[in-house]
Nanobody
Framework: QLQLVESGGGLVQPGGSLRLSCAAS????????MAWFRQAPGKEREFVAA????????NYLDSVKGRFTISRDNVKNMVYLQMNSLKPEDTAAYSC?????????????????WGQGTQVTVSP
């Protein structure tokens, strides 16, 4: 089992920044590709960003490109989501996810492990 715990969410004004963190434990973290998903009230879960096990590949939701950056530290067993220029439509519960594959995927069903999520609220 791989355990994932997110942190770093909160309330921020439009145009502000937050950095989400996801701490992994229980398995060899570097074998997993990682992703962030989000879900707003009344909406389906949405892919946000993913990073391959070797850092080489990343992928982003079109609406967050240029604003969000996903990164990972395989020594600290951490994955991060730096979110800049936040907009009210970014408001959601953000969850990190892991899959035991080298490549990345935008489909939630392809991920094996999930964290509990952290709430991000963007509001004046």
């Amino acid at each position: 089992q791989l355990q994932l715990v997110e942190s770093g969410g909160g309330l921020v004004q439009p145009g502000g920044s937050l950095r989400l963190s996801c701490a992994a434990s229980g398995r060899t973290f570097s074998y997993y590709s990682m992703a962030w998903f989000r879900q707003a009230p009344g909406k389906e879960r949405e892919f946000v960003a993913a990073i391959s096990w070797s850092h080489g590949n990343t992928n982003y939701l079109d609406s967050v490109k240029g604003r969000f950056t996903i990164s990972r530290d395989n020594v600290k067993n951490m994955v991060y989501l730096q979110m800049n220029s936040l907009k009210p439509e970014d408001t959601a519960a953000y969850s990190c996810a892991a899959r035991l594959m080298r490549d990345i995927d935008t489909r939630g069903e392809s991920y094996d492990y999930w964290g509990q999520g952290t709430q991000v609220t963007v509001s004046p």
